[in-house]
């Protein structure tokens, strides 16, 4: 896995430092506009021959060190009977979990294996595709921001009725039913062949340090541990948005590979405090791609030499990423002369 132990050499013996970008494969790219054209987002999720062609577009294209399989991290949702749908364009629910009586709407629809499969099946032809050297990713919601979902049909906004659902007793009652979902959604990725899962949590640095530390920080280690125990040999990458450092130190949780980090963060700080502990995925910021590539390539520049000034960072620990996903005005030439740079430039 090119990611983390398997690093790639230079010609002068020096290790370049991976890379992969969430949402590397998505609207920006004309490849992923090209199948677009002739399906909707729901079919090239659930159908594995698409998923695949999808999933390897930017690995095709850009040379990216990890492919991310092409799915949603809300169908979690649809299989607990809230209707998920994107005809909209966006994902919409059919209703959402505004009090404690709605809890009453909420049932597992099919056995997991069944609903699932589509990903264990991407993720197979995946692994049969893509070049032994590279890592293949799969991918779930983390349980906060799967809940915020439910109560508010969004992760965006103060979540202040997600936030209320912690002392009526939805967030308890909410996970309870989710958590043996998701558990069996990663068991059924990590069957299909993914070489690490990762856990998105782009709503929970809306939340205090106390709140994060007494609601979701158990959450996250039940989770970690029992995937942990069936497959200790499989990665687990835990991304959180709008974190703080301090978020990052309470969780210490063995059983988490890797910490994303977005562009807030000091890396230099992340790698210090923490490169200890775990690898550390990010950071620069996705709105720098939209620079023209003179200044874009200045930045990377200015990045990458205020990284190696730092003594002692422990840059074996680093994978370099986007602290989001690709947004879907992003030159695509942008990201192929990154991705060039990056494993031309970032050596150690």
């Avoid at 949603?72 to 209707?83: C, I, K, R, S």
Wanted: one cysteine or more.
């Amino acid at each position: 896995m090119i990611l983390f132990e398997e690093r790639e050499q230079t010609a002068q013996g020096k290790t370049k430092v991976p890379v992969w970008f969430m949402r590397q494969a998505g609207r920006y790219h004309s490849h992923y506009q090209g199948i677009k054209k002739d399906s909707d987002f729901m079919t090239m999720c659930k159908n594995p021959e698409l998923a695949l062609e999808i999933t390897m577009g930017p690995i095709d294209d850009f040379n990216f060190d990890a492919a991310i399989l092409f799915s949603d991290l809300l169908f979690p949702l649809e299989q607990l009977n809230m209707g998920l749908s994107y005809k909209s364009g966006p994902p919409t629910l059919e209703w959402k979990m505004e009090d404690v009586t709605s809890l009453k709407k909420l049932k597992v629809l099919n056995p997991s294996e069944e609903f699932y499969k589509f990903q264990g099946d991407a993720l197979k032809l995946l692994k049969n595709k893509l070049p032994h050297k590279k890592t293949l990713l799969g991918f779930v919601g983390a349980p906060f921001t799967l809940y915020t979902y439910a109560c508010e049909g969004s992760h965006a906004g103060n979540l202040t009725n997600s936030k209320l659902g912690f002392y009526d007793g939805r967030f308890e009652a909410f996970t309870e039913i989710l958590l043996p979902e998701l558990e069996k959604n990663m068991k059924i990725q990590a069957e299909g062949g993914a070489d690490a899962l990762c856990l998105f949590d782009t709503a929970v640095g809306e939340l205090t340090l106390p709140d994060f530390k007494r609601f979701i920080i158990p959450k996250i280690k039940e989770l970690t541990q029992k995937f942990k125990k069936e497959y200790p040999n499989k990665k687990i990458i835990y991304y959180s948005k709008l974190t703080h450092l301090d978020y990052l130190q309470a969780i210490e949780d063995e059983n988490i590979d890797v910490l994303g980090i977005d562009w807030r963060h000091s890396l230099k700080n992340v790698l210090k405090e923490l490169g200890n502990d775990y690898y550390i995925q990010g950071n620069i910021d996705p709105s720098y791609l939209h620079l023209p590539w003179n200044k874009l390539e200045h930045y990377l520049e200015e990045f990458w030499n205020d990284l190696v000034d730092v003594p002692n960072l422990p840059f074996n620990k680093w994978i370099c990423g986007l602290g989001h996903g690709v947004l879907r005005t992003t030159p695509e030439d942008n990201v192929r002369r990154t991705v060039k740079y990056i494993h031309e430039n970032f050596v150690y």
